[in-house]
């Protein structure tokens, strides 16, 4: 069982900035893409960002772009650059290891298998 450990959230003002990181305990398999979905109370979770195993191929939601960037310099981390931080980013932020994307667009069936991490918490205050 793949196991997943997000860092780095916590309450900012908006403008502000955040770096959250995530550690797996070992990989899925060696294509595995990672990534970054959010959920805030009473909404459902939704996609944030992934990249795929090599770190080359990227995709974002529409609500992140341009302000969040997402990187993976090893193959068990990834991390998820928070910039102009919004009221309506808050949320808990899960990483995900073993999502089944390579390149182009993202589809949420492609993280129907994946592991996930316990959550970290982002509060961005107005």
């Known amino acids: 069982q793949v196991q997943l450990v997000e860092s780095g959230g916590g309450l900012v003002q908006a403008g502000d900035s955040l770096r959250l990181s995530c550690t797996a305990s070992?990989?899925?398999?060696?294509?595995?893409?990672m990534g970054w979905f959010r959920q805030a109370p009473g909404k459902e979770r939704e996609f944030v960002a992934v990249?795929?195993?090599?770190?080359?191929?990227k995709d974002y939601a529409e609500s992140v772009w341009g302000r969040f960037t997402v990187s993976r310099d090893h193959a068990l981390t990834v991390k998820l650059q928070m910039n102009s931080l919004k009221p309506e980013d808050t949320a808990m932020y899960y990483c995900?290891?073993?999502?089944?994307?390579?390149?182009?667009?993202?589809?949420?069936?492609?993280?129907?298998?994946?592991?996930w991490g316990q959550g970290t918490q982002v509060t961005v205050s107005s």
């Open positions: 995900a290891e073993g999502i089944r994307y390579l390149r182009g667009h993202f589809s949420s069936h492609m993280a129907l298998t994946a592991n």
């Open positions: 070992e990989r899925t398999s060696t294509r595995s893409a």
């Open positions: 990249i795929s195993w090599n770190g080359v191929d």
